[in-house]
């Protein structure tokens, strides 16, 4: 009998530690991750990117998936082949792909 209610009792006590420990809200605030911060800071910006003329920095700031190594592989691109002769060109940088493409296509152009 003392086996089946000290069974018992380790039970309820781990039942309300779980119940205790899923029903508690979160302590710590979700941080907004990089990329939704990316993305808003990349919606706010209404003048497109010229691909042609746009420093690093800019790529980085105006562009949504744009880092600092593919800024640097675009300029890259750029310095080696020449100037952009169309958006879709962009899917020759090493690390651009359909995708991230489609999401940038309202904000580059061609100059």
């Known amino acids: 009998m003392r086996r089946s209610c000290f069974s018992s009792l380790v039970f309820a006590v781990l039942t309300s530690f779980s119940l205790a420990a899923t029903a508690a809200p979160s302590v710590k605030p979700e941080a ?12 706010q910006s209404t003048s ?3 691909l042609n003329s746009a420093d690093a920095q800019t790529l980085q700031r105006d562009l ?7 800024a640097k592989a675009i300029i890259a691109y ?8 169309a958006v879709d060109e962009l899917l020759e940088v090493k690390g ?10 309202d904000r580059l152009e061609i100059r």
């Open 32 to 43: 907004s991750s990089p990329v939704a911060a990316q993305m808003v800071k990349a919606e």
């Open 78 to 85: 750029r310095e080696s082949n020449g100037s952009f002769t």
């Open 64 to 70: 949504f998936g744009i880092g600092a190594a593919k």
């Open 48 to 50: 497109k990117v010229n």
């Open 96 to 105: 651009i792909g359909k995708s991230l493409l489609e999401k940038n296509r």
